[in-house]
């Protein structure tokens, strides 16, 4: 089992800037492939970000490309979402995921586990 524990979210201006953290912990030798969702009110959970643990591909949502970053810092088994320039339609629950499977992926179902959530709200 892989246990991730997202933080970092809370109250920003349009135009600021957030870092949330991913911390894992558990058999995390066992996920190769982490990703960013979100989930605005009334929409459905969307893809965000993707990377690979041990090597260098990443994938973005065209939404966020640009935007947006998604890095990961091996010693402390955490992966980071920078966001940048942010706007009032980045609000969302921002949910980190990881799977066991190699390569990035876009799919919410090949993603095996998956954080409570850290809240994200940009005021205009």
């Known amino acids: 089992q892989v246990q991730l524990v997202e933080s970092g979210g809370g109250l920003v201006q349009a135009g600021g800037s957030l870092r949330p953290s991913c911390a894992a912990s558990?058999?995390?030798?066992?996920?190769?492939?982490m990703g960013w969702f979100r989930q605005a009110p009334g929409k459905e959970r969307e893809f965000v970000a993707a990377?690979?643990?041990?090597?260098?591909?990443?994938a973005y949502a065209d939404s966020v490309k640009g935007q947006f970053t998604i890095s990961r810092d091996y010693a402390k088994n955490t992966v980071y979402l920078q966001m940048n320039n942010l706007k009032p339609d980045d609000t969302a629950v921002y949910y980190c995921?990881?799977?066991?499977?190699?390569?990035?992926?876009?799919?919410?179902?090949?993603?095996?586990?998956w954080g409570q959530g850290t809240q994200v709200t940009v005021s205009s």
């Open positions: 995921a990881a799977a066991r499977g190699f390569g990035v992926s876009r799919l919410e179902h090949e993603y095996d586990y």
């Open positions: 990377a690979t643990w041990s090597g260098g591909s990443t």
């Open positions: 558990g058999r995390t030798f066992s996920s190769n492939r």
